[in-house]
């Protein structure tokens, strides 16, 4: 699978973005889906996670209650609604796919294909 994220940009401190992440290839449906995010000089950091159906979730504590994560699985489409957005949530942002996992989950390691990133960056 090919994943290709999109929606980053440039917002003030409290705006909003939506990031979306288009996969093509098939069973879009089978993958497990995440969302992580990077700072130059930091390691790559987990953001949010959801299943293959879209019924369960989880996210980091950083972006609990903020951040939104969701799927359209008729449309090979994943999403990370972001809220209420701090200068700290200034990364690049990426979508990642797992192929074999069942359930949602948090590790870096489980994931098998990943997107090219997009830049967020909020200004105080």
């Known amino acids: 699978v090919q994943l290709q994220a999109s929606g980053g940009g440039l917002v003030q401190t409290g705006g909003s973005l939506r990031l979306s992440c288009a996969a093509s290839?098939?069973?879009?449906?089978?993958?497990?889906m995440g969302w992580f995010r990077q700072v130059p000089g930091k390691e790559r950091e987990f953001v949010a996670t959801?299943?293959?159906?879209?019924?369960?979730?989880y996210y980091a504590d950083s972006v609990k209650g903020r951040f939104t994560i969701s799927r359209d699985n008729a449309k090979n489409t994943m999403y990370l609604q972001m809220n209420s957005l701090k200068p700290e949530d200034t990364a690049v942002y990426y979508c990642?796919?797992?192929?074999?996992?069942?359930?949602?989950?948090?590790?870096?390691?489980?994931?098998?294909?990943w997107g090219q990133g997009a830049l967020v960056t909020v200004s105080s």
């Open positions: 959801i299943n293959r159906s879209g019924g369960s979730t």
């Open positions: 990642a796919a797992d192929a074999g996992g069942s359930y949602y989950s948090p590790s870096e390691g489980r994931y098998d294909y």
């Open positions: 290839g098939r069973a879009f449906s089978s993958y497990v």
